[in-house]
């Protein structure tokens, strides 16, 4: 079904009833110079989640990926990537779905994931020439159509009007981005993983501790028995305490 999207969005908006992947489209855009699009769909063919993973991509959910063309360098763009989790979880409070954050972007309700985001960009070495951020909302889509580990904002309030929820989504994207110094305080704000016990499975090996912070531009700081351990990327389970 086709959605209409309003066009007051910070963001051009190009919809798709059906494609292979909103993010392999913001690649194609951002590569032929465009910016500030948001590439919707209803449905994805050949959708693509982190570290190579399949993601689920049933028409009724919010999927959709952003293009952006920020004057930052390489190493700072982990900031965009919690942005749109702020953002995501944000929205969704607007609709009555108490989400958390688990580091460094995964959007969760009671331990489920409702919300994956991957973001893809590239850039020389001291800037990025483009930035594309993928965002995929479970939404009106059934529980039996999301992985065993996953939930559906169907599941939790029942269906939602897609198109006001991806406006507050954009909107908040928008203020995030152009205020990145409120980024981490409302990610701290917004996160489940500050406090917990974490085991982190890491490029270099795995992190075990207490997650005490997280600082610019998205480090995850665990407090592990041989002290401090900083964090940058991987994989981060909840354990209990
Ligand atoms: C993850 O948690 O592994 C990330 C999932 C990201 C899925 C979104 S849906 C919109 C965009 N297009 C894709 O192919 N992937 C992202």
Known sequence: AAVEYGLDAPF??????????TNDRGRELATAGET????LADEQTGSRGRLDRDWRSPSGGIWLSLVCR????????????????VAATDALATVGVDAGIK?????LVDGQKLVGIL???EGEADRVSWIVVGIGINANVDGEEVPETATAIREQVGDVDRAALTRELLERFD?????????????????????RRVRVETPGGEVLGRAVDV??????VVETEAGKRRVSA????HLRS
Do not use: K
């Open 12 to 21: 051009e908006v190009e919809y798709h009833d059906s494609i292979g992947s």
């Open 36 to 39: 500030d699009v948001a590439v």
């Open 70 to 85: 920020p004057d930052i360098p390489p190493a700072h763009a982990p900031i965009y990537t919690l942005a749109a989790a």
């Open 103 to 107: 580091w460094p972007n995964d959007v």
């Open 119 to 121: 973001t893809e960009m």
């Open 175 to 195: 203020e995030l981005r152009t205020d990145p110094e409120s980024v981490l305080p409302a990610w701290r704000a917004a996160s489940v993983t500050l406090d």
């Open 215 to 220: 600082e610019f531009p998205g480090t995850l």
């Open 234 to 237: 991987g994989d981060c389970e």
